[in-house]
């Protein structure tokens, strides 16, 4: 397994970017991922890649892998009050899944 | 469809006692798994399965037994409850590495 790393609080404006990294162990994680989790939901699958790829792009959503540094990001472009919630990084790696603790994006508007 | 649910939504046991969490699935996945959710750790694999019949431990699988005696269904059982087992636990389902796990809303379990 591995230890996946967020921070835990990222805090934007409405209409501007918001980046949220996760930093890994396991350079043997085959996909990564990014969830997101409301209030009292469950977790929401946003967009994954896998492990040889640098860079997926979906609507306002960007996501960058640096497998030297270990390091996966998610770029949510015109950040709106509705993306406030906890997103989630994991890795998985022979159906063993591994969260980050979560980071909470909070957009003032 | 109606994906993954779980039940119950809340539950309060006494320490000691056994209970089990249902899951179910109608999309023919089979990929299951049981997490727990605990502040500021994310979520933790407990136990998993990829078919009928095959159960695999995850991260934190001491207190907690499974089974999957059909591709729909995979309750999470806890034989003798305490109370560092008070958590959320998501039940998720997919097909094979690489999909998209659905989640269940969750089951809130508080242990006294």
């Known amino acids: 397994g591995e230890d996946v790393e967020q921070s835990l609080f990222l805090s934007v404006r409405e209409g501007d970017s918001s980046v949220i990294n996760c930093t890994y162990t396991d350079s043997s994680s085959t996909y990564l991922y990014w969830y997101k989790q409301e209030p009292g939901a469950g977790l929401q699958l946003l967009t994954y890649?896998?492990?040889?790829?640098d860079m997926k792009q979906d609507q306002r959503l960007t996501v960058l892998l640096n497998k030297k540094d270990k390091h996966l990001s998610l770029r949510i472009a015109d950040t709106q009050t509705g993306d406030s919630a906890i997103y989630f990084c994991?890795?998985?790696?022979?159906?063993?899944?591994?969260f980050g603790a979560g980071t909470r994006l909070t957009v003032k508007p | 469809n109606a994906g993954v649910t779980q039940t119950p939504k809340f539950q309060v046991l006494k320490t000691g006692q056994s209970m089990t969490l249902q899951c179910a699935q109608d999309m023919n996945h089979e990929y299951m798994s049981w997490y727990r959710q605990d502040p500021g750790m994310g979520l933790r694999l407990i136990h998993y399965s990829v078919g009928a019949g095959i159960t695999d431990q995850g991260e934190v699988p001491n207190g907690y037994n499974v089974s999957r005696s059909t591709t729909e269904d995979f309750p999470l059982r806890l034989l003798s409850a305490a109370p560092s087992q008070t958590s959320v636990y998501f039940c998720a389902s997919s097909y094979p590495e690489g999909h998209e796990q659905y989640f269940g809303p969750g089951t809130r379990l508080t242990v006294t």
């Open positions: 890649i896998f492990s040889n790829m």
């Open positions: 994991a890795g998985s790696h022979n159906n063993d899944m591994r």
